[in-house]
């Protein structure tokens, strides 16, 4: 079988989204296929409590506040995501990035490694 990752990264102004996400993939038994990478100390310490698979990822100084989609910040948190990507495909078969304003219903994996393509995106505008 194929290595598969679930990756979101986000930081500590969508904590309530994540953690609803989060919580929404433990009911579906994905729990440990997934790995968030945030970008502050904040909600790194409220995840590894809670007991969520969590890296910091806060080279790039985004702050904890809440972000819209033309923020600095932002556009920042859309590029490290490249970087995330690529360090995880050197150990990965296939990283599927989720948004936190998401909640998993069933059982995504199966869906995923089904089908045959390299690179698919998503484009909510």
């Given amino acids: 079988m194929s ?6 990264i986000y930081n500590y102004g969508c904590i309530d ?6 919580e929404s993939l433990k009911r579906v038994n994905l729990a440990d296929k997934h790995v968030s990478y945030v970008t502050d100390e904040k909600s790194f310490e409220v995840l590894k409590e809670k ?3 969590v890296e910091l990822f806060n080279e790039f100084g985004i702050t904890e506040e809440k972000m819209d989609f033309e923020q600095k910040d932002f556009v920042k948190l859309c590029y ?3 970087a995330i990507f690529h360090k995880l495909l050197h150990t990965y ?3 599927w990035c989720l948004d936190v304003d998401t909640v998993v219903l069933g059982d995504i994996i199966s869906y995923f490694l089904n089908r045959h393509f390299s690179f698919q995106f998503h484009n909510e505008r």
């Fill in 51 to 53: 007991g969520y698979n």
């Fill in 80 to 82: 490290i995501r490249y």
């Fill in 3 to 8: 290595k598969i990752i679930l990756v979101s």
């Fill in 93 to 95: 078969d296939y990283v």
């Fill in 17 to 22: 989204l994540a953690l609803n996400f989060l």
